[in-house]
């Protein structure tokens, strides 16, 4: 089953041209993420190019894409905030859906209720944080 990702408002443009949305990973353990990514998550793979030094996976999330690269550094299971500040948040149409999914997948995914919003944290095998969230108008883009 496949993670339900919400769609980005994509008629709106920012200066400068901007189109689509990107996040680049550099990971140490690039096969595991990316199992952990197609399989476990189930985003769709837009696609891969392996290389004799470097490879690349790259996933469909929303209008946008999770770009996976070698050459990173891992530190599971959880990297500090010092290690990496940065938390991939993916909004989702139904929180309960997406949890039942992943956890099918053989995920340990729990919701955390809160009065901003539910979610749910998991972490890769790099130890890179990511937060499903059932999604809120809140983040879409007014015209």
Same mark, same amino acid.
């Given at each position: 089953?496949? +993670?339900? *990702? ?27 993420? =990316?199992? @952990? ?9 837009? @696609? ?9 996976? =790259? ?21 500090? @905030?010092? !290690?990496?500040? *940065?938390?991939?948040?993916?909004? *989702? &149409? ?13 995920? &340990? ?16 095998? &790099?130890?890179?944080?990511?937060? +499903?969230? !059932?999604?809120?108008? *809140?983040?879409? +883009?007014?015209?």
């Amino acid at each position: 089953m496949a +993670l339900i *990702v919400v769609e980005l408002q994509m008629g709106h443009r920012n200066k400068g041209n901007h189109v689509q949305n990107g996040i680049v990973l550099k990971t140490e353990n690039y096969a595991a993420c =990316c199992t @952990f990514y197609g399989e476990k998550l189930g985003l769709p793979v837009i @696609f891969v190019e392996d290389h004799e030094t470097w490879n690349i996976t =790259c996933f469909g999330i929303g209008s946008g894409y999770l770009m996976v690269e070698t050459g990173g550094i891992g530190a599971p299971p959880e990297k500090s @905030f010092a !290690q990496s500040p *940065v938390k991939i948040r993916l909004n *989702v &149409d139904d929180l309960e859906k997406s949890v039942a999914e992943i956890r099918e997948n053989g995920l &340990d995914a729990e919701i955390q209720r809160h009065d901003w919003g539910n979610v749910s944290e998991i972490n890769d095998p &790099d130890g890179n944080r990511i937060a +499903l969230r !059932q999604h809120s108008s *809140v983040y879409t +883009l007014k015209s």
